[in-house]
């Protein structure tokens, strides 16, 4: 290992010698690209040797080489375009046939050794994203010959994250170095990664070989179990914020889900078992837009699911305003007959959306704006449309809340979940107050199937498995109460998260459930009680 470190990085220092000491109309030295004509072995070196040392004349080469134009004439590294040849250092042009020409045979090592060379040079790229990529490249694949570039890289580089990268990647070199105090350093700087591969790679350090240590020096021995417990702390505090966030992601979507319920539940007491099939509406009112989208709007597709959030509301709300018109209004005050109505309309639509749609699930693709996600350390990801779900969430209920506070409806429908009877009396119309209750109760749910169709698949019974934890966020908040459903639906998420990587999934589900039996024992009224007459009557 050591051997091939140093001769590696020989490689790369010759040429870069040989760039400096050579005429000043030639860029690359004879010499110095011989090892092309050589074997595998020199051949790789001097292709990462070129990658260090960068410029356009190794670029040149380098491009020549992956087409397949570089090629040996009598121990001369040439460049054959078309029938003419040139010289591969100095680009003069030779007078060969291009057929004397043995051309340089490309297998996957060297394609490797390129690949490495390709990311050396776009160091030095103008472009923030390019140098990124290259310099991550190399910190997943480095090669003893890259220490000078990255160098280079480093005194030139200005953007903290890149100089990070870069700091990493030629540390993980160093740990091949001979030099003690090198190698210290390099243990030093991969102690501030966050990277589980890097913790092994330093883990390695503190093994045996029989009788002899990995690491013969007690100094960086212990500054490697140093950068271990620095790195594990690090990996379980990101973890800590994955699970957190997730636990925040599945929250907003029971809140979602349970918002227009803890409003039509609390306004008429209509336990609606098909409000889970009011967020397919939603998910599938998405579906068609994005299909509305990608044939007549192509360019613009990747604002299908701003341009689809009122659209899933109101279809959404109109089919809630067909169910209380048609069968709920003749229901109130019977709740049994409601539940098996209630049931009974959630078929009705699940078959439906087989009719129309199929059985299979659709497929609905997240916009461009909300691929990818943010790293937080290596497999902890913060996904992007996971992220614009959460603030989707808290948009919906601020305007919840501004419609409950300071109108008209939102004074009517707090009357109506506190005494019906006395608002009836007062003036309320409470039947017109039911319909559009259960009206923005649909809107929001269909607004929780577009949230929905961003993370999971769309298909006819999608909403069958969100009904139950939506009455549970209902139940555990209080009824008719927004700020119970918010804490509940949060609560419950970030729960069940931590429950899950503790216990697994159908444990943690059981462990929850059992908690809400407890707790409306002990609590009916739920995390916050109903004020008013009714409630205390």
Not at 91 to 117: C, F, M, P, S
Not at 322 to 340: F, Q
Not at 476 to 499: C, D, P, R, T
């Amino acid at each position: 290992m050591l051997r091939r470190f140093t001769g590696r990085l020989m490689c790369a220092v010759a040429l870069g010698l040989a760039m400096l000491a050579g005429p000043a109309h030639a860029a690359l030295d004879e010499a110095a690209l011989a090892g092309l004509a050589g074997d595998f072995q020199h051949r790789i070196e001097t292709i990462e040797a070129l990658g260090v040392v960068g410029g356009e004349d190794a670029r040149r080469v380098l491009d020549a080489l992956e087409a397949g134009d570089l090629g040996v004439v009598a121990g001369r590294v040439v460049i054959v375009q078309g029938e003419a040849v040139a010289a591969a250092a100095s680009g003069e042009t030779l007078e060969v046939a291009a057929g004397a020409v043995d051309t340089i045979t490309v297998n996957n090592r060297v394609r490797r050794a390129l690949g490495t060379a390709r990311a050396a040079l776009a160091l030095s790229s103008p472009e923030r994203g390019e140098r990124l990529a290259a310099a991550r490249t190399l910190a997943d694949d480095a090669s003893p010959a890259l220490p000078p570039a990255f160098e280079r890289a480093l005194a030139a580089e200005t953007d903290g994250e890149i100089r990070g990268v870069l700091a990493r990647a030629a540390a993980r070199v160093n740990l091949a170095s001979p030099d003690a105090a090198k190698r210290l350093q390099a243990v030093q700087a991969l102690g501030e990664s966050s990277d589980p591969a890097v913790k092994n790679l330093l883990a390695a350090l503190g093994e045996k070989k029989g009788d002899e240590w990995v690491e013969p020096s007690s100094e960086v021995r212990a500054a490697a179990d140093m950068a271990i417990h620095a790195i594990d702390r690090r990996i379980a505090i990101a973890e800590g914020i994955g699970t957190l966030f997730s636990g925040l992601s599945l929250g907003s979507i029971l809140l979602l889900a349970a918002l227009g319920l803890a409003i039509t539940y609390g306004v008429m007491g209509i336990i609606n078992m098909a409000h889970g099939e009011l967020l397919m509406v939603g998910a599938y009112a998405t579906f068609v837009v994005q299909g509305v989208f990608r044939t007549y709007l192509p360019a613009y597709v990747d604002g299908y699911v701003v341009a689809a959030i009122p659209v899933a509301f109101l279809a959404a709300a109109l089919v809630g305003v067909a169910m209380e018109r048609l069968v709920l209004r003749h229901l109130y005050g019977r709740p049994l007959e409601s539940l098996l109505a209630t049931w009974g309309l959630s078929l009705v639509l699940i078959q439906a959306a087989r009719v129309v749609f199929g059985p299979q699930n659709v497929e609905l693709a997240n916009p461009a704006w909300m691929s990818g996600g943010i790293a937080l350390a290596a497999g902890v990801v913060l996904p992007w449309n996971r992220i614009v779900i959460v603030g989707f969430a808290v948009f919906v209920l601020v305007l919840i809340w501004l419609m409950m506070q300071k109108t008209r409806l939102g004074m009517f429908v707090r009357a109506v979940t506190q005494n019906r009877a006395m608002a009836g009396c007062v003036g309320v119309p409470t039947a017109r107050v039911d319909t559009l209750a259960f009206a923005i109760g649909s809107g929001v749910a269909g607004l929780g199937g577009l949230a929905l169709s961003q993370i999971a698949n769309v298909g006819p019974a999608m909403g069958t498995g969100y009904i139950v934890d939506a009455f549970m966020v209902v139940v555990l908040g209080g009824v008719g109460q927004l700020a119970g459903a918010v804490w509940a639906a949060l609560g419950l998420g970030i729960v069940a998260k931590f429950l899950e990587g503790w216990a697994g999934a159908v444990i943690a589900k059981i462990l929850v459930l059992v908690f809400i039996i407890v707790f409306i024992q002990k609590r009916p009224q739920g995390i916050f009680a109903l004020k008013g007459r009714f409630a205390d009557s």
